[in-house]
C-alpha cells in the first residue's frame, strides 16, 4: 500500500558511446520537458546512470524520448523500478 510520500521510482543505465559526447546534458535538457526529478550521471565503468521519480507513465515517456533521441549513442539499456519514499526536488547532472 503506497502512502502520500511514495512515487514511482526507475533507475536507468544507460550504455554505449554515452560518455563525452553530451550525452548528460542532453538528458538535462529533455527533462525539461517532463515532471520529474532525479539525477543523470557518469559511471566508471563507462555507463551512463540516470535516476528519476514522478508519474510512472511521465517517466517512461522521458525515458523513451532518450533513447529516441540518442539512439545511436545508446547500445543498450537496463531498467529497474519500484515505489518508493520522493527523495529528489529537482533534476541535476552530477
Do not use: P, W
Not at 5 to 18: A, E, I, N, Q, R
Not at 52 to 57: A, N, R, T, V
Not at 66 to 93: K, P, S, W
Amino acid at each position: 500500500m503506497q502512502n502520500d510520500d511514495s512515487t514511482f521510482y526507475l533507475m536507468v543505465y544507460f550504455s554505449g558511446h554515452v560518455q563525452g559526447v553530451g550525452f548528460r546534458y542532453q538528458t538535462y535538457n529533455i527533462a525539461k520537458g517532463y515532471e520529474v526529478t532525479g539525477f543523470v550521471r557518469n559511471m566508471a565503468d563507462g555507463r551512463v546512470q540516470l535516476e528519476l521519480e514522478g508519474e510512472e507513465s511521465e517517466a517512461r515517456k522521458f525515458v523513451a524520448e532518450i533513447i529516441e533521441q540518442m539512439d545511436g549513442l545508446i547500445h543498450d539499456v537496463e531498467m529497474e523500478d519500484r515505489c518508493r519514499q520522493r527523495e529528489f526536488t529537482g533534476f541535476t547532472i552530477r
